[in-house]
């Protein structure tokens, strides 16, 4: 049975008349030789494809950005997940929302192989270029059991699974308050901008996702900018509805094609007494 063979824009014959991406020899050197999945790899490649394709050394960067890159039909959560280990491991660096190739190769962890440090306990990636030592054990030729050598003070290198030490979560107060007051603020409406409350729990759970506020912001600018004062939509302009996990990747992926494409902000509502001649409500800082 054939290889399927699959026709995407773009393909034809190689060319750079139609543009190419310039890459450090030694960068391409070390991703060569880094044992990544797969996934890892294809989403690596996503990430210098859309900032050094275009002349940029970082840029924001969403894990639909990258899935639409990728042709990628999978759970996105799978995305978050490679570039969250990426990032983890030096090869890639974040910064907000920008994110780009780590030019310090120094950085990058090659392998996914540690070792326990015996001071600390903690287990820590080997150094490039490390050798991963496995211990051996001889065999007592009167009895013909096996026995160990005596432990030596030094760092006894072991095959085991990466434990990173615990990280205290962030508070997310600030952020459920800025994203529910600019919902309230684009709507007229007056949800509660509680961390424990429905709405608050939602912007929660999209931001423990891997989704920014600027996101969040932003797909409140876009579907408010399409759906207030229309006749049916309109009363999808809840929580409920934008930040629901299996809507929102779709209404964020809409909203940066919206951005890209120069559409204009939506004009606030006729409430509260708002000067609609100022425009900062959009991404403006609102008091309780």
Known sequence: MGAEIHDFPGAGQASLSEGYTRIANNLLDHLLRTELSGLQQRVMLAVLRLT???????????????????AYQGDIANL???????????????QGRAIGPNPNLSQWQLGKRVKTDPKTGQNRPLANGSKLTRKRVKTDSKTGQNRHPPKKDQD????????????????????????????????GRRYAPRLDGASGKLVVARLNAGASVDDLLLVVDCM????????????????ETLFRASKFEGYLVEALQWRERGQ????????GGLDHTDMSWINGDWSE
């Open 264 to 271: 204009p902000r939506a004009s606030p509502p006729s409430h």
């Open 80 to 94: 978050r997940r490679e570039l969250r280990q990426l990032v983890t491991r030096g090869l890639l660096l974040k």
């Open 224 to 239: 408010t900018a399409q759906w207030l004062n229309h006749p049916t939509m309109e009363r999808y302009l809840r929580p």
């Open 156 to 187: 006894q290198d072991q095959e085991i699974p990466l434990n990173p030490p615990a990280v205290s979560k962030p508070d997310l107060t600030e952020p459920v308050r800025q994203v529910i007051a600019h919902l309230n603020v684009a709507t």
């Open 52 to 70: 050094y394709g275009y002349g940029k050394s970082s840029d924001w960067l969403s894990p639909g950005q990258i899935a639409e890159a990728l």
